[in-house]
């Protein structure tokens, strides 16, 4: 069997686009089959595989100014932290995609990897998923949902990424091409502010961008190696996430 | 020798060390672990054939594309149209979830009448009787009193039934729904704009098509213009944050230094028929004065104007956030006239006249009643109102309306939701919702061409549901149904033989004149695809009226919109989010107000610091928002970005479930031209 | 003399339990279910002239079709094409109302478990019987054993052992996949095959 080459699949997101709008969460939700919330969820408890977070410049009314962070599992690299601390096995990265592969059917619910994570980026399911009567109809066929107390998170759509191999396979090539995986959040984004594919492809247009001037990746001394870049061009911007990221958002 | 427990012990100790050797334990293992990893409260996906269909979305006037993902026929997921001529291929954070909406257990599925607080369920021909009963009363009384259609989202085919129908009503209206962008005869250029200064209008974050505009982001500047720290104006250029309702004065402001230091469009202000006195009245308005009314410095506000036209072509928007209702007149003529001072009527990359797509035969404008804002109805002389508000996308303030209403009325709301219109209804008849039926849209009021796209029917609804056509052909004996209109109105663009199809299916693009029947045009509009005319040439108006017989509101309105108020030294400022304000949302929004903070969530209010120590009022904690018209609970958010003496108060659906949209709205009272954007508050801790 | 009545206990609860576990278990775990329609494929292959993706196809999407649906069986079946009584009884009972017929589906997998058809056939150019054996060639379908503890049948996930000893064709769990996957060195990461 021919040995693909490994693909590393990331993301450059340009917090000069991003409105804060909120149908990257939305799209991933319905892709992946995240039920919406128990009466009783908040902000800690609910599952937002895809989580805008606002960063402020720490400056009161009228020098505020604010910047709008997509969250999602920064697919680390080197040292994955979640990967490292599971007693289960239920998580590894997928040599061939570099995808951090989080299986909940093997999770027994222990959430050492959610404190493991720096990015804060994996849920814990509090409540088994209940959609209201007659919803459950519009799941996703290519996702299964999860049962309460598992952990889970984002895996770049990877039902997504099956979907386009198996139609390659249909029409008998081995490779996809370029833009035909593509995940739900980087598809739904009305301002076109993810930019999706391949890092290990230094040609592509993510590659590109990751390389380029004003692309950071949060929490970088770490040594992380995430696959998920933001870029900015805007100096306070750089500045605020030097000093601001990990602090208190500015609301209440 | 009877059998002792030791005995017992050891036939069982046998028993185990044989259960080991036997496959037992590992299949009870294996048995178990599958059965409780499915578990029956996890529901199963649904199975079945995989298939894409195509739709338009009507949740608002942009008719974005739709690519719905179906299982058999229920569509699971919906994604933009890529290549879509308008929307982009983008569609926004509730046209995602619309294929939810069909399905809210909340929804409405059987004509309702109230009986006191509740409603009960009632056959449609006793609600077609009761209106048709009173229409006969007002014809054989003769009296003035008026029959009313509100319509929610103008300017479709349905809209032109309901107009014609009027005609014939006994001293017919129609109104437009204080939440429609008024039907507008101009649109923008936004692709070749130069500059836009939006007086509060969410131009970036659900404002005219999204796709389009944020398309067309990198290619202008962006002055916004609000109180509030929107996302719109976060992400502007500029944000000038004004005092509360001072944007008719800034507009004069501008305009004074337009005019004085000679930076405006001299053909455009030759082709004004009262320049003149426009003139005058922003001599009125010098940066001095504009500056203590609005509290920006001077200089910012002279800086302003002269950002405004020194960038090419520059355009002024007024908008209405979704939650906080329309602008009023005299703040919407101050701000149209400083497109005419910037000569962008007529002009590339400004405003260009948006047609219509052709109407079928018997439709001409002779024969439709006139359309209307609400504050042009007289006061109580509404004796039957229907709401046509079938997606309840948006607030309503119910005082603007009920102010309308005779003291002997019937209220007919065509909806799915018990929130929004249907709350002070008399009869709720269950409109078919998002997805179920065969409808139109017409060209989004930022696109400066006709058009028309079909939002075909992915679902059935439910067996009694009606459709305000449908309604209004029971109460007559008969008529033509909707499709049967849509049909001839698509037989209408066929036979005008210009303009072209874009196709959903494959983004390719058919001229119409090449389509060989008004049969296969209307196939090819239904799987999925629009028409679209020309874009039309820039061309120079003629004479045009500036401010006409409005002066005095433009005063008015420039000398400030909030008076102090002893009792109620804040401004509530009331504001929402496309697609959300009216309440019935798919249930997935929660990822964005409660498991989330992207949005507070419709019953919080937000506070400078300052403001909330001065109240005594923590962080999290519930308040109670007074004003001279009403009050209501909510729970305070502290952020130092709000303005200090301003209750930034969301307007949408909340974690807590129980916080009506509409009450904070009803709070605000209503202006004298109907609008109700701000009102005087006062604090307490609840 | 010793008293055996010790060993002799053990060794009666040790024997019960083994021909229980061996025995009496394997009867008990499963129960036996017909399929709702006597189905031949011998007679569609040989009579019909069909092959296995006339009804089992990959759809242009890379989706498989599974058992197909009953407009399939009524394309042929509208009107009685033999002479067999349980013809009669489907047509009577599925085709002329159009219900879908409740086929068991003997490698029906749990949710969490995705399996692509066009990777397998498409792609490592695997025949048909490679694992389904030799279902193509069958005269008659074989009762669905359904595991009572689990809810699925024996043929994904019945204990190997007890399926030689039975005679029972060899099923096939996870371990076989990951053995022909390690074998022709394709992917095996977690997400590959669960979703």
Redesign the interface.
């Known amino acids: 069997m021919a040995a693909k080459k490994p693909a590393r699949y990331g993301m450059v997101i340009d917090l000069d686009r991003c409105t804060g709008c909120g149908a990257c969460m939305v799209a991933c939700a319905i892709e992946n089959n995240v039920p919406p919330a128990n009466p009783e969820a908040t902000e800690r408890t609910g599952i937002t595989w895809m989580r805008v977070q606002r960063l402020g410049n720490g400056r009161p009314f009228p020098d505020s100014r604010a910047v709008f962070f997509p969250i999602l599992c920064q697919q680390c690299g080197h040292h994955t932290p979640c990967v490292a601390v599971c007693p289960q096995n239920a998580v590894e990265v997928d040599a061939a995609t570099g995808i951090v592969d989080q299986m909940p059917q093997r999770c027994l619910g222990c959430r050492y990897c959610m404190a493991a994570c720096p990015y804060h980026a994996r849920y814990f399911n509090w409540w088994d998923p209940a959609w209201p009567a007659g919803m459950e109809k519009t799941l996703n066929p290519d996702v299964a949902p999860r049962m309460r107390g598992v952990v889970e998170k984002c895996n770049l759509c990877h039902g997504r990424l099956h979907r386009a191999q198996a139609k390659a396979a249909a029409e008998g090539r081995r490779e996809i091409t370029a833009g035909e995986y593509v995940p739900a959040c980087v598809e739904a984004c009305p301002a076109k502010a993810i930019t999706f594919g391949d890092l290990a492809d230094d040609q592509s247009e993510v590659a590109q961008l990751a390389r380029s001037e004003g692309a950071f990746r949060l929490l970088e001394k770490l040594g992380t190696e995430s696959k998920v870049y933001y870029r900015s061009e805007r100096p306070w911007v750089h500045q605020a996430v030097k000093s601001g990221i990990g602090k208190e958002p500015q609301r209440g | 020798m009877g059998l002792g427990r030791?005995?017992l012990l050891?036939?069982?100790?046998?028993?185990?060390?044989?259960?080991f050797?036997?496959?037992?334990p590992?299949?009870?293992i294996?048995?178990?672990a599958?059965?409780t990893?499915?578990?029956p409260?996890?529901?199963?996906?649904?199975?079945?054939?995989?298939r894409t269909r195509y739709t338009t979305c009507t949740l608002c006037p942009a008719a974005c594309g739709v690519r719905a993902r179906s299982?058999v026929d229920?569509?699971?997921?919906l994604?933009?149209v890529a290549a879509h001529p308008t929307s982009a291929g983008?569609?926004?954070?509730a046209g995602?979830?619309g294929?939810?909406l069909p399905?809210?257990?909340s929804r409405v599925r059987q004509p309702l009448a109230r009986r006191g607080d509740k409603f009960q369920p009632v056959p449609i021909d006793t609600v077609a009787a009761a209106v048709a009963a009173a229409l006969e009363d007002i014809r054989n009384s003769g009296s003035a009193e008026r029959v009313a259609v509100l319509d929610a989202r103008p300017g479709r085919t349905a809209s032109l039934i309901y107009r014609r129908w009027l005609g014939t009503a006994p001293n017919g209206i129609y109104l437009l729904a204080p939440s429609a962008d008024s039907s507008a005869s101009l649109g923008i250029d936004i692709a070749r704009t130069g500059t836009v200064l939006s007086f509060g209008a969410p131009v970036?974050?659900?404002w005219g098509t999204?796709?389009r505009v944020?398309?067309a982001?990198r290619s202008f500047r962006l002055i916004q213009v609000e109180t509030r720290?929107s996302?719109?104006a976060?992400?502007a250029d500029g944000?000038l944050?004004i005092r509360p309702g001072t944007e008719a004065a800034l507009a004069l402001g501008i305009a004074n230094v337009l005019i004085a230091e000679k930076l405006y469009d001299a053909a455009a202000a030759r082709s004004a028929s009262d320049f003149a006195e426009y003139a005058a009245l922003a001599a009125e308005f010098p940066p001095q004065r504009a500056a203590e009314l609005t509290g920006l410095p001077a200089q910012t506000i002279v800086a302003a104007a002269r950002d405004f036209v020194g960038h090419g072509t520059a355009v002024a928007v007024a908008g209405s956030d979704p939650g906080a209702g329309p602008m009023g007149d005299g703040e919407r003529i101050a701000i149209a006239a400083l497109n005419v001072l910037a000569g962008s009527i007529g002009r590339e990359g400004g405003f260009l006249p948006r047609g219509e797509a052709p109407r079928p035969p018997g439709f001409e404008e002779a024969a439709l009643a006139p359309e209307h804002g609400i504050a042009d109805a007289p006061d109580a002389s509404i004796r039957v109102l229907i709401i046509d508000d079938a997606r309840a996308a948006g607030a309503w303030c119910w005082s603007a309306i009920e102010r309308k209403l005779a003291r002997a009325h019937i209220v007919v709301a065509l909806t799915g939701s018990l929130d929004g219109a249907a709350r002070h209804a008399d009869f709720v008849v269950p409109a078919p919702a998002y997805l179920e039926e065969v409808e139109d849209a017409p060209a989004p009021p930022d696109v400066p061409a006709a058009m028309f796209s079909l939002a075909g029917a992915l679902l059935k609804p439910p067996p009694e549901a009606v459709d305000g056509v449908d309604f209004l052909n029971r109460m007559a004996g008969g008529g033509a149904a909707l499709a049967d209109v849509l049909k001839e109105r698509v037989a209408a663009i066929h036979a005008a033989r210009r303009g072209e199809v874009f196709h959903y299916t494959d983004g390719a693009r058919t001229a119409v004149s090449d389509v060989k029947s008004a049969e296969d045009l209307w196939k090819a509009l239904e799987e999925g695809g629009c028409w679209i005319d020309r874009r039309p040439a820039p061309k120079q108006e003629g004479r045009v009226t500036i401010l006409g017989a409005a002066a005095d509101r433009v005063l008015e309105a420039a000398s400030g919109r909030l008076p102090a108020d002893a009792l109620y030294p804040l401004a509530l400022v009331p504001y929402g989010w496309r697609g959300a304000s009216g309440g019935a949302v798919?249930?997935?929004?929660?990822?964005?107000y409660?498991?989330?903070?992207?949005?507070?969530g419709g019953d919080t209010v937000?506070l400078?610091p300052d403001t909330a120590q001065r109240y005594g009022i923590a962080?999290?904690q519930v308040a109670i928002v007074q004003t001279r018209c009403g009050s209501c609970r909510r729970r305070v958010?502290?952020?130092?970005?709000?303005?200090?003496g301003v209750i930034q108060a969301e307007v949408g659906p909340s974690?807590s479930?129980n916080c009506r949209p509409e009450a904070l709205l009803d709070a605000c009272g209503v202006a004298g031209d109907g609008t109700w954007r701000l009102a005087r508050a006062s604090l307490r801790r609840a | 003399m010793k008293n055996y009545r010790g060993s002799i206990l053990f060794l009666a609860g040790f024997a019960v339990a083994l021909a229980a576990g061996w025995i009496a278990f394997p009867k008990a775990e499963y129960e036996r279910q017909n399929q709702p329609v006597q189905f031949s494929h011998k007679v569609h292959r040989d009579k019909g002239g069909m092959k296995c993706e006339d009804c089992h196809a990959i759809r242009d999407d890379g989706t498989f079709s599974g058992i197909p649906a009953v407009d399939k069986c009524a394309g042929c079946h509208a009107s009685p094409m033999g002479a067999t009584d349980e013809e009669k009884r489907m047509i009577k009972r599925y085709i002329e109302p159009n219900r879908e017929i409740p086929w068991l589906v003997y490698a029906r997998q749990p949710e969490n478990v995705r399996f692509s058809h066009a990777f397998h056939v498409k792609l490592a150019k695997l025949a048909c019987e490679r694992c389904h054996q030799a279902h193509g060639d069958s005269d008659a379908l074989p009762a669905f054993e359904r595991d009572r503890v689990s809810g699925y049948s024996r043929d994904i996930l019945g204990d190997p052992a007890l399926l030689a000893a039975s005679g029972h064709h060899p099923g096939m769990e996870m371990d076989d996949c990951i053995r022909c996957h390690q074998v022709r060195g394709v992917q095996d990461s977690c997400l590959a095959c669960h979703k």
Do not use: F, Y
């Open positions: 030791r005995d050891k036939l069982m100790g046998g028993g185990a060390a044989g259960l050797l036997t496959p037992v590992w299949r009870l294996d048995g178990v599958i059965r990893e499915n578990w409260g996890v529901p199963d996906p649904p199975r079945g054939e995989v299982v229920q569509p699971v997921s994604a933009g983008v569609l926004c954070a995602l979830c294929h939810h399905l809210l257990p970036l974050d659900g999204p796709g944020l398309e982001r720290q996302r719109t976060l992400l944000w944050p798919s249930p997935i929004m929660t990822k964005l409660q498991e989330s903070d992207v949005e507070t937000e400078h962080d999290r958010r502290v952020d130092d970005a709000v303005m200090p974690a479930g």
